[in-house]
């Protein structure tokens, strides 16, 4: 990922809050992992922005796949021998 630091900033609250749903609903097991989905409303004129960062497509898709390999890591690890 070229935009990492990007990612990790934004990422972090959303993990954050992720977890504080996980423990508010205990320890459920998912058939399935949760996936996570963002898009991108082009209705409004001007850049999406988070404070000084622009979002655009490339970079959600970025965000998309670091937030799922963060579940995914933490729900499913690998265990390498």
Do not use: W
């Amino acid at each position: 990922m070229k935009n990492e630091k990007i990612i990790k900033q934004i990422a972090q609250p959303i993990l954050e809050q992720l977890e504080k749903y996980e423990k508010q609903f205990g320890k459920t097991e998912f058939r399935s992992l949760p996936e996570i989905h963002f898009v991108l409303d082009k209705t409004h004129d001007g850049p999406v922005m988070i404070e000084d960062i622009e979002l655009t497509d490339e970079l959600l898709d970025e965000l998309e796949a670091y937030i799922q390999e963060q579940i995914e890591t933490k729900h499913k690890p690998t265990i390498l021998h």
